[in-house]
């Protein structure tokens, strides 16, 4: 079946490093492929998506680029911030389906 | 806009007893699923339903069922609690596009139920 691989947490950084969380996923066909952020007593909020190989999500400074020779999509930051502190999920909707498919969770801390 | 509408935010029940959570979706959106997250297994996808029928399922027990209603408002039901039901229920409402299956999903703040 489907599934996504994250990297372990918690990842702690200090204030303007540089951040990468690892993220591979299985599935059949082509998925549409997320990042998610969950802020602490909060549900999930959608950071960015990439929909077919190559397209790169992007947003609040964030990136992620849909590899689909590595099957992985990475999510990185040039400079964290504090506001950053969160757990980051990657999730996967495999094609003709609405159920995410989820990783375990990145806890990123930032400290400044 | 109003967001997704989930309550009660929190609930403590007892083994054994049933419990319903209520999830109003954005409006116009006309899908909505179900996720559980536990410490232990993560997310995990329960249920969507869209048009008051249910269209996919997660590997759930049968003591989990949901419903939608005709202004896609949905409730999900546990029944005979177990301890280990003990979770973050989280809803999602996404547009439901003919013929696409990429639409972002939106998640309200969860329901914390606490089985003791």
């Known amino acids: 079946g489907d599934s996504v691989t994250q990297m372990e947490g918690p990842v702690t950084l200090s204030e303007e490093a540089f951040l990468t969380i690892n993220c591979t996923y299985t599935a059949t066909g082509y998925p549409s492929l997320f990042w998610y952020v969950q802020y602490p007593g909060e549900g999930l909020q959608l950071l960015l998506k990439a929909t077919k190989a190559d397209d790169k999500g992007s947003n609040k400074g964030f990136e992620a680029t849909y590899r689909k020779e590595t099957t992985s999509f990475h999510l990185e930051k040039g400079s964290v911030q504090v506001s950053d502190s969160a757990v980051y999920f990657c999730?996967?909707?495999?094609?003709?389906?609405?159920?995410?498919?989820f990783g375990s969770g990145t806890r990123l801390q930032v400290q400044p | 806009k109003a967001g997704v509408t989930q309550t009660p935010r929190y609930l403590i029940k007892t083994r054994g007893q049933q419990v319903t959570l209520s999830c109003s979706p954005i409006?116009?959106?006309?899908?909505v699923s179900w996720y559980q997250q536990t410490p232990g297994q993560g997310l995990q996808f329960l249920f969507e339903y869209f048009s008051e029928t249910q269209r996919n399922k997660g590997n759930f027990p049968g003591r989990f069922s949901g419903r939608q209603f005709s202004n896609s408002r949905s409730e999900m039901n546990v029944s005979t609690l177990e301890l280990g039901d003990s979770a973050l229920y989280l809803c999602?409402?996404?547009?439901?596009?003919?013929?696409?299956?990429?639409?972002?999903?939106?998640f309200g703040q969860g329901t914390r139920l606490t089985v003791v």
């Open positions: 409006s116009g959106h006309r899908s």
């Open positions: 999730a996967l909707s495999a094609a003709g389906r609405r159920a995410l498919t």
């Open positions: 999602a409402s996404s547009l439901k596009i003919t013929g696409s299956s990429v639409t972002e999903a939106f």
